[in-house]
């Protein structure tokens, strides 16, 4: 069953009215308040579980009371209940866990993998590393292994959560990590190439032969966008869902990395023409995750929004 547990400080005077809260929520159980217990900050200890389909709703009300201010909510995945209390509870919840959005954990996650950190660089520089040889090589398996590797979908993600719950500010970080990200990674990329050139490991000849396997590159076309829009939507739905095994389909579906990839190189041997095909390719697939990104989210805000939870009888 999809549950979760809040813990929740409360200060003594805001108690009443959240228990009172939790109490006539569809899809709450096992209510726990130990007056006094909490010493930082100083108030009560409110422990429930509720349905995952339920907690959205009364983690916005809980807000609301200002627990985040003046005390704290605490919010874990129960990975086993045995309690009659919980599937009533799971069942009572309208809709289906597996389907709930919960805004907060979303945003939060989006903007921890937002961070233009030294991982989050390193990680994009040797995918597009490896995306470079395995176009040089002409390997498929190197091509997809470069596209698992590259972490881009976080900050993408980003951008599209923040635009959906309109705050616009909360997008800069994303698209700093995107806008800063990529261009460093191409030019670091670029700088392997010529010293993979100057080791004899790459050459001219190698980059301008045919390249059947991963042509696909750098030839955008109408599908390239389709194919990107397909992947923003199961990209969005497996981070809402919290089906993170369906993200690598979306990495190996989308060719992001390998478009920068082979910008890097064609810049690097001053095929500038490719190197435009390759940018337009990055271009559209972006924008295709993007729009299909904030269409599925505010696809999902919607349908939450008709299935608001009502009081208990």
């Given amino acids: 069953m999809p549950m979760l547990h809040l813990r929740m400080i409360t200060p003594a005077e805001r108690t009443d009215p959240v228990v009172a809260l939790l109490e006539r929520t569809v899809g709450t159980a096992h209510l726990v308040v130990v007056a006094g217990a909490a010493r930082d900050p100083v108030g009560d200890l409110v422990l429930c579980d509720v349905a995952r389909e339920a907690a959205d709703a009364l983690l916005s009300e809980l807000r609301t009371l200002g627990l985040s201010d003046d005390g704290a909510i605490t919010v874990e995945d129960i990975d086993l209940s045995i309690s009659s209390r919980s599937l009533r509870a799971e069942e009572d919840a309208p809709g289906e866990g597996v389907d709930a959005v919960l805004w907060e954990a979303m945003d939060e996650a989006t903007q921890g993998e937002s961070r233009l950190t030294v991982t989050y660089l390193a990680f994009l520089t040797v995918a597009t590393m490896l995306a470079a040889c395995g176009i040089m090589?002409?390997?498929?398996?190197?091509?997809?292994?470069?596209?698992?590797?590259?972490?881009?979908?976080?900050?993408?993600?980003?951008?599209?959560?923040?635009?959906?719950?309109?705050?616009?500010?909360?997008?800069?970080?994303?698209?700093?990590?995107?806008?800063?990200?990529?261009?460093?990674?191409?030019?670091?990329?670029?700088?392997?190439?010529?010293?993979?050139?100057?080791?004899?490991?790459?050459?001219?000849?190698?980059?301008?032969?045919?390249?059947?396997?991963?042509?696909?590159?750098?030839?955008?076309?109408?599908?390239?966008?389709?194919?990107?829009?397909l992947a923003g939507i199961v990209g969005i739905l497996s981070l809402t869902s919290a089906k993170a095994g369906a993200l690598v389909g979306v990495a190996i579906s989308v060719t992001t990395v390998p478009a920068a990839g082979h910008a890097s190189l064609a810049f690097a041997y001053g095929h500038f023409g490719d190197a435009r095909g390759s940018m337009i390719q990055l271009g559209v697939n972006l924008g295709g995750i993007l729009l299909a990104g904030v269409l599925t989210l505010l696809a999902q805000k919607l349908y939450w929004a008709r299935k608001r939870l009502v009081p208990r009888v």
């Fill in 137 to 229: 090589l002409d390997s498929e398996i190197l091509l997809v292994g470069a596209m698992v590797v590259g972490p881009e979908f976080g900050p993408l993600a980003g951008v599209c959560t923040s635009l959906v719950l309109r705050a616009p500010r909360r997008a800069a970080r994303p698209l700093v990590a995107l806008l800063v990200g990529f261009p460093l990674a191409a030019l670091l990329t670029g700088a392997f190439a010529l010293l993979m050139t100057f080791f004899g490991l790459f050459s001219e000849e190698m980059f301008t032969e045919p390249h059947p396997a991963s042509q696909f590159v750098w030839r955008p076309d109408a599908m390239s966008f389709v194919v990107a829009m």
